[in-house]
């Protein structure tokens, strides 16, 4: 233990308190020592054993951080999980994968593809309105879902009824929840009624819009739809997707008929991904105008509290166990296309696999979403050219490598243990929230995320970046987030936007989104690069 990093460099301090202790039990003294495994988790959670402001980062009275309660925990999870995960591991899982394995095999697939030419599904309504003479700036679909109702608070208070400074009206399938929701927000808000498995009834919801602010998911499963009447219209459309292989089919059935109709179909417009996909997009342009060269690499330390939804981890289980696939008609990856031809803009994914340490001498494991947010800036890199050959790196900081390499064991079995449909059966039914709950109002107020981003040029210039949500970032601001992205491409002149298609926040709605998340709450700002070591700028 202490050749560990977290207590490099202060060997000697933590042998003489332990060496003290036990000589304390051994000459009976009459200071009352403390045992020595809470010795060691004190010296762990010791904020002089981390670089000044790693150990504890706090912004608005949260805390963000090991402690030895939280560092106990996680060795007596690490030591249950060591006693009961190699039996589970040799006898349970591997019989549990192989019927699960020949189940999928037996279940029916559903293997869809790309309209043939002249048999394009997507119609274009000719004589529709302009969007300036349109009566809603937004309509919310889903509203009466978790995160559906907290962007429908957040408009309300922030912009107040339909008749206010945005225009907007609530939809979803269910008209009494929808009156129950209207009720509770106060300000008059009109109501659309439609459902995502019915077509017909999605025209009232495109039709009349700037843009569709979407919440309803799994999104692969229900918005399609909605997709496909937004594309028709011309109607902008934003939704918090974060499900890469439907946001593939996207680019492949509908971006070459958005350059025609002026749509901006834009998903992955909340906690998944927009700190890290207008962060690279900001140093980028950074770059380009103070330093004269292209973003080379970016590596990002993420500092998050946040829990999951239903909604969340029911799209979470439809990725890894849905039947329905789709095959692409263009020749390469669809995130690589640029309205038709293969963009020459490469991406080179370096996320943190295990544990490693990041610039600023923090320890990282591999982020549950980091796969998802690299595709997103990817994506980003091929339409808006960030670099021949963009490096990204990005991995979640804890407080040191014994609380680090304790969670990276706990989220390796909990996803051992749900790789077993009997165990995920059972965890679904009685453990995990269902679609439509979510974490308390108590547990949001402590949530954050604070993103520190490590960047170079491809001339040697280096900077650095901080993203700061100040609230829960996996709902409240994902909440206003969206409903931000949604008046961005509602109220911003034309001209001021970037691609039409199926494109990214960066690459759909570029400063002037930035600068009305800065606007309403975000923190962003660039820093002077810090050495290992270093402090952290508040």
Partial sequence: FCRTPCVQGRQERLVTRVRGTVLCHISHAQVRPKPVLSTLLMVAADEEEYPAGLHEWSRDGKRWGPTRESLSTHLILVAVIGLVFPMYTMFVLPVAVVLHGVRMALAK??????????????????????????????VLFGAT????????????????GSTGAVKWAVAGRNRDALEGLVRSLGPAVDIIVADATDEASLHAVAADARCVVNTAGPFARYATGVVKVCVGYGTHYVDVSAEWHWIRELVDRFDAKCQKTGSRIISSCGFDSVPWDMTTFALAQYFKEEHQQNLASVYFVDRVVAQPSGGTLETILSILFGQDRYTASLPYDPLDDRHGERSPHRFQNKNVRGIERAPDGAVCKFFVMAEANAKTVRRSNALLGYSGRLRYGEGEAHGGLLETFCILVETVAAGAWLACPPVLSLARKFVLPAPGQGPSKASMKEGFLHVTAFAHGDAGAKTRAVFYLR????????????????????????????????????????????ER???????????PWRIEGEAHAH
């Avoid at 998340?517 to 820093?527: M, N, P, R, S, Y």
């Fill in 109 to 138: 697939k559903t293997v869809r593809t790309r309209p043939a030419e002249g048999e394009d599904d997507v119609e274009v309504r000719k004589g529709t309105l302009p969007p300036e003479e349109r009566q809603y700036d937004l």
């Fill in 145 to 160: 879902g978790f995160t559906g109702r907290l962007a429908a608070e957040y408009i309300a208070k922030t912009y107040g």
């Fill in 471 to 514: 609230d829960e970032p996996g709902y409240r601001d994902t909440a206003r987030m969206l409903v931000e992205g949604g008046i961005t491409l509602a109220s911003t002149p034309e001209a001021d936007l970037g691609h039409k298609g199926v494109v990214t926040p960066a690459a759909g709605m570029g400063r002037a989104f930035l």
């Fill in 517 to 527: 998340l800065k606007a309403t709450g975000t923190g962003f700002a660039f820093h």
